[in-house]
């Protein structure tokens, strides 16, 4: 699993992944994360495997002599994929529309910027996006499978504590040191209260 520092802040307790069974998992396309913020839904850091060059589109001329040279990607590329880009392009005048990339530099700079940006920055940025995602994924899922395992433990109390009336105080007593063990000061004492309170003799 991946448990590496991520490079930059995400939203991580508002990020949900919905396949969570990472032997599914495909490589290449991997599982979408989404954002979830009260009803609303939205695609979070899409994968992206590959960005690259794929057509050379036109030449606009400037006054100060300069071109602008426009090349379209083979897609969109993001927000957070541009902060990677920005660790690599030394400077160099590149600007992004949908998913046109456009160099602006003197012509006979031209070969060498291309180099640089569309066989060097492009692909560095890609990778650690890729590596950025998938331990982010990991964290989601983790995140995920934690809740999962406390529901799992809360579900149980609620019930035991539904038939409490049941059951003699002391093997409720025991149970409760039981799942002291397994969940959180907080929800633990939350429950107790319940207990505590059930218990009363009114």
């Known amino acids: 699993m991946k448990n590496e520092a991520l490079m930059f802040v995400h939203p991580v307790e508002n990020l949900k992944a919905y396949d969570l069974d990472p032997q599914k998992w495909d490589v290449l396309n991997p599982p979408e ?3 979830v913020e009260n009803s609303a839904v939205t695609p979070y850091m ?3 495997m590959v960005v690259e060059v794929v057509e050379k589109v036109r030449v606009d001329n400037l006054e100060n002599g300069k071109c602008r040279f426009f090349f379209r990607l083979n897609r969109e590329i993001n927000d ?3 902060l990677f880009f920005e660790n690599h392009r030394n400077g160099i005048d590149v600007t992004f529309e949908g998913n046109m990339l456009i160099l602006c530099c003197e012509t006979q700079d031209l070969p060498a910027r291309y180099d640089e940006i569309c066989h060097s920055a492009i692909h560095q940025a890609t990778r650690e996006y890729r590596q950025e995602r998938e331990t982010l994924l990991w964290q989601v899922f983790l995140k995920m499978k ?3 395992w406390r529901n799992h433990w809360e579900a149980e109390i ?3 504590l539904a038939t409490n009336p049941r059951k003699p105080r002391e093997i409720l007593e025991n149970k409760f040191k039981w799942w002291s063990h397994v969940l959180d000061a907080p929800t633990i004492g939350k429950y107790r ?4 309170f059930d218990f009363l003799p009114v």
């Open 33 to 35: 994360l989404f954002q």
């Open 46 to 48: 899409p994968a992206l």
């Open 80 to 82: 957070l994929w541009q």
């Open 146 to 148: 934690e809740q999962e």
């Open 158 to 160: 609620q019930t035991e």
């Open 193 to 196: 209260a319940l207990f505590e």
